[in-house]
T-cell receptor, first 115, second 117 residues
Framework: AAGVIQSPRHLIKEKRETATLKCYPI?????VYWYQQGPGQDPQFLISFYEKMQSDKGSIPDRFSAQQFSDYHSELNMSSLELGDSALYFC??????????????FGPGTRLTVT | GESVGLHLPTLSVQEGDNSIINCAYS??????FIWYKQESGKGPQFIID?????DKRQGQRVTVLLNKTVKHLSLQIAATQPGDSAVYFC????????????????FGTGTRLKVLA
């Protein structure tokens, strides 16, 4: 079965540079979530989109922005990168089919290293 | 604030034994829980879920128990195998879909399961 696709898988940037992470949800999934996971930490929710509209915001810095496009893929844009932004960034998707509870399926992640 | 956490950061289990991974949650409004398995360098993988109207749910070699009285969740893995070595997270959801259309999950601190040969 098709899974969540993220690109790139690895990214190395210098401080103050910008980075763009891409997420392609499972086909038919209309909801995308972005998480940041530091070393040895649990995933921290950043932001989510439902039907191409920003939905909930978590601990996303103002330097970061994201959007969901008409084909439901999403991009996380990160500017003025800092050393502390080095982390794994996960995208998850789910299908909002009217059920009260739905599972989130995660992608393999993008490992961002800021030097 | 409300949080989800785990009692033990690392659990070492002999191959073939049963594993029990615990999770405590503090938000009494949480009504849906998911256990995820995360192998090194990979994304969290859905294992099993449970709703608050249940106290037990079984999958293949895994069982999740929910004790709402003490706000405790556990994941039991039967006949633990080397491939079970990973970090396990519990995640809670409160009230299903938010007014903005998505589902908000809070992750607890993971527990690393080490399977000893």
């Amino acid at each position: 079965a098709a899974g969540v696709i993220q690109s790139p898988r690895h990214l190395i940037k210098e401080k103050r540079e910008t980075a763009t992470l891409k997420c392609y949800p499972i086909p038919r999934h209309d909801t995308v979530y972005w998480y940041q996971q530091g070393p040895g930490q649990d995933p921290q929710f950043l932001i989510s989109f439902y039907e191409k509209m920003q939905s909930d915001k978590g601990s996303i810095p103002d330097r970061f922005s994201a959007q969901q496009f008409s084909d439901y893929h999403s991009e996380l844009n990160m500017s003025s990168l800092e050393l502390g932004d080095s982390a794994l960034y996960f995208c998850a998707s789910s299908l909002g089919d009217g059920r009260t509870y739905v599972e989130q399926y995660f992608g393999p992640g993008t490992r961002l290293t800021v030097t | 604030g409300e949080s989800v956490g785990l009692h033990l950061p690392t659990l070492s289990v002999q191959e073939g034994d049963n594993s029990i991974i615990n999770c405590a949650y503090s938000n009494s409004a949480s009504d849906y829980f998911i256990w995820y398995k995360q192998e090194s360098g990979k994304g969290p993988q859905f294992i099993i879920d449970i709703r608050s109207n249940m106290d037990k749910r079984q999958g293949q070699r895994v069982t999740v128990l929910l004790n709402k009285t003490v706000k405790h969740l556990s994941l039991q893995i039967a006949a633990t195998q080397p491939g079970d070595s990973a970090v396990y997270f519990c995640a809670e959801n409160m009230g299903g879909r938010t007014t903005s259309g998505t589902y908000k999950y809070i992750f607890g601190t993971g527990t690393r399961l080490k399977v000893l040969a």
